[in-house]
């Protein structure tokens, strides 16, 4: 990705949390997708998920691997567990909450630790 400029470390972390916003948009797309049945939902299913790995690439130029694709999978993650509980009615107990307040809690200790 070399026509990618360097980043700054804030920079790498701000594009880092675009990929992860990316990931949660691709995951959610898969279910509008419906399969890839649908053809729009399908398309930007796919840009999405390209976004979202170009995005990381460039994070992890300049962030740790391990950090970068560790707070990507994890924001990607509980956002979709979270969006997926507002847009399809999925469970909200506790346990998942707890779950993703977890989740969560590990990629601020990644950022921050």
């Not at 924001?75 to 847009?87: K, S």
């Amino acid at each position: 990705m070399s026509f990618l400029p360097p980043l700054s470390a804030a920079a790498a972390w701000l594009v880092l949390i675009v990929a992860a916003l990316c990931e949660i948009a691709w995951a959610i797309g898969l279910k509008y997708s419906d399969g890839f049945t649908r053809l729009i939902p399908s398309l930007a299913t796919l840009l999405a998920m390209a976004v979202s790995v170009v995005l990381l690439g460039w994070a992890a130029r300049t962030l740790p691997i391990g950090t970068a694709y560790a707070v990507w999978t994890g924001l990607g993650a509980a956002g979709t567990v979270l969006l997926g509980i507002v847009l399809f009615g999925e469970a909200a107990t506790a346990l998942r909450l707890l779950c993703v307040a977890l989740i969560l809690g590990g990629v601020l200790g990644l950022k921050f630790g």
